[in-house]
């Protein structure tokens, strides 16, 4: 398996692992599993154009190393049309693991919606398809 596809695989496994979990009622794992698919797909859609991906978890970076390498302006456009709502992604990154904060089912079914849009937006700019 190539390091792509490892990448990939792994983002389908957290966005497969965020259901369960949302239906199971855990929450902040729910959180933490979203975020962590729109993370690995990223790196994944980088890692098609230059054989390497950045080694971090700021959305706001990897966003810009997407538009970048796809020479994309819209994507840095629609990343911060939804600034706030990546903020929350990145912050569900810390939260859920480290913070007392508890996620509501409402609040996650909202990442949920919100991230399923981006998966939709970043297909059509890149040609690549999540699932």
Sequence with gaps: MSDAE???????????RAKE??????YNLTALDVEQAL????KYLIFLKTG??????????LFNELKEVYK???IVKF??????EFKV???????????????TKDEVHKIIE??????KFLEKKTNAKFI
């Design 39 to 42: 993370q690995l797909w990223v």
């Design 114 to 119: 919100f991230t399923k849009s981006v998966f």
């Design 89 to 103: 992604l990145e912050d569900a990154y810390i939260t859920s693991r480290y913070l007392p904060k508890e996620f």
């Design 52 to 61: 390497d991906f950045p080694k971090t978890h700021y959305l706001d970076k």
């Design 6 to 16: 490892f990448l990939k695989k792994r983002a389908v496994e957290f966005w497969e």
């Design 79 to 84: 990343y911060k049309k939804h600034s706030l």
């Design 21 to 26: 979990d949302f239906e199971k009622g855990r």
């Design 72 to 74: 994309q302006k819209e």
